[in-house]
C-alpha cells in the first residue's frame, strides 16, 4: 500500500488542507493520505497550539466522510524533538509493505535541503509537492529529481493563523472550516482569547 504523510500542526484543520489531501489522495498514485498531526513544535508559542489530542479529535472529525484520508497521531509517541527522517525510519519498521511518501507545499521543498539527513529521505521516499504562491526565486536544486513530483493541485491560500486570529476577533470563519471542526471549535471556545 503507497501511503502519502501530510504533516501538519492542523491548529486547528481547515478545508484547505482537506483539499489538499483529497486532491493527493484522488490524483497521484496514493491509496491513502495520513494527516500526522505534529506535537508541540519547541519554534512555535505554546500559548497558540491547542493540545495535541484536540488537534486530532478535530482532524478525525474533518476526514470521516474521506475514506482515503486517515488520521495518525504516530508522532505523538516519539521524543521530542523529533525529524522526519527518524519518523520515516519508525514508520517503515512498524509498517514493513508500505511505501511512504511525503506530501509537502512547494514553500517546503525551497528547504528541504535544510532538513535533516534529507538526502537520506530522497532516496528512500517520493515527495508529492503542492503549488503555493510565492514571491521567493524558486530553488533549482530539486527541479528534475526523480523522486519529486509536482502535482498539478489547486492553489489553496487558507491558513490556520488567519482562522485563529478571525475567531480571537469576532468575525465568521465557518466557510473556511468543515462543519464538525467548526462547531468543535465554537463548542470548546477555542482560539477566543
Not at 1 to 30: C, Q, R, S, W
Not at 44 to 60: A, I, N, P
Not at 158 to 179: A, E, H, M, W, Y
Amino acid at each position: 500500500m503507497k501511503i502519502g504523510l501530510y504533516f501538519g500542526t492542523f491548529n486547528p484543520i481547515h478545508v484547505g488542507h482537506l483539499i489538499i489531501a483529497n486532491h493527493m489522495a484522488e490524483h497521484a498514485d496514493l491509496d491513502q493520505v495520513w494527516m500526522v498531526v505534529t506535537p508541540h513544535n519547541p519554534l512555535k508559542k505554546k500559548s497558540t497550539l491547542l493540545d495535541d489530542y484536540h488537534r486530532l479529535q478535530m482532524v478525525h472529525l474533518a476526514s470521516e466522510d474521506f475514506p482515503k484520508i486517515k488520521p495518525s497521531d504516530f508522532e505523538f509517541k516519539l521524543s521530542q524533538p523529533n525529524y522526519t527522517v527518524n519518523t520515516l525510519v519508525h514508520l517503515q519498521e512498524k509498517h514493513p509493505t508500505y511505501e511512504f511518501s511525503l506530501i509537502m507545499g512547494e514553500d517546503n521543498l525551497k528547504s528541504l535541503h535544510k532538513w535533516k539527513n534529507y538526502e537520506a529521505i530522497l532516496e528512500n521516499h517520493e515527495i508529492y509537492v503542492y503549488p503555493r504562491i510565492s514571491i521567493e526565486v524558486e530553488n533549482q536544486m530539486f527541479k528534475n529529481h526523480a523522486k519529486i513530483h509536482m502535482i498539478d493541485a489547486p492553489v489553496v491560500e487558507i491558513s490556520s493563523t488567519f482562522i485563529r486570529d478571525n475567531i480571537k476577533k469576532g468575525k465568521n470563519v465557518q466557510p473556511l472550516l468543515p462543519v464538525k471542526v467548526w462547531e468543535y471549535i465554537d463548542h470548546n471556545n477555542f482560539y477566543k482569547k
